[in-house]
């Protein structure tokens, strides 16, 4: 098992934050994560993640859930068992409307719940570290990942408190 170095700096205002970000990144530092006790507007694009995928997924699982709808209703009221019911005809497709949609919810809702644990490695019996409890309650924590022979401490420790932290310490995790 192998450990992992990070300096945590510590932020008690998401405004200074947001600056901090965009200024750490100017100066070529590669910020590994920032850990905040509620969701800040504008966050991925100061930290460069690009816009996730899950859309699209959503909508491949939407369109499975529809085909499986349609095909079921079809076989099971056109082939497996016809009846006719008030003179319509086996395959009414505006009969289907109301399983389809339900069909097409249940599969998008599973996908994507299945989908989103796949991604975020949240598997079963995980533990994630967790770099600073204070991350939970009322701070937020930038994570930067110390190389060794290349990251300068000192330096990166300067570079953090002339950017607002409040303080900055170190922290080595198990991967």
């Known amino acids: 098992m192998t450990n992992k170095k990070y300096i945590l700096g510590v932020y008690?205002?998401?405004?200074?934050?947001?600056?901090?970000?965009?200024?750490?990144?100017?100066?070529?530092?590669?910020?590994?994560?920032?850990?905040?006790?509620?969701?800040?507007?504008?966050?991925?694009?100061?930290?460069?993640?690009?816009?996730?995928?899950?859309?699209?997924?959503?909508?491949?699982?939407?369109?499975?859930?529809?085909?499986?709808?349609?095909?079921?209703?079809?076989?099971?009221?056109?082939?497996?068992?016809?009846?006719?019911?008030?003179?319509?005809?086996?395959?009414?497709?505006?009969a289907f409307i109301p399983v389809s949609f339900e069909l097409t919810v249940l599969f998008t809702a599973h996908g994507m719940v299945i989908t989103f644990f796949i991604i975020s490695g949240l598997y079963p019996r995980i533990k994630v570290p967790v770099m600073d409890v204070r991350s939970t309650d009322d701070?937020?924590?930038?994570?930067?990942?110390?190389?060794?022979?290349k990251t300068d401490i000192k330096k990166l420790d300067t570079l953090l408190r002339d950017n607002g932290a409040i303080e900055v310490n170190e922290k080595e995790v198990a991967k």
């Open 139 to 149: 701070k937020f924590i930038m994570a930067i990942e110390v190389q060794e022979g």
């Open 12 to 94: 008690d205002d998401e405004d200074v934050l947001l600056h901090a970000i965009d200024k750490i990144r100017a100066a070529g530092t590669k910020i590994t994560t920032v850990f905040s006790p509620y969701p800040v507007h504008g966050i991925d694009d100061a930290l460069g993640i690009e816009r996730t995928k899950l859309p699209i997924a959503a909508f491949l699982y939407g369109c499975c859930g529809l085909a499986f709808a349609l095909w079921m209703q079809i076989y099971m009221l056109g082939f497996d068992w016809p009846m006719i019911i008030g003179g319509k005809p086996h395959i009414a497709l505006p």
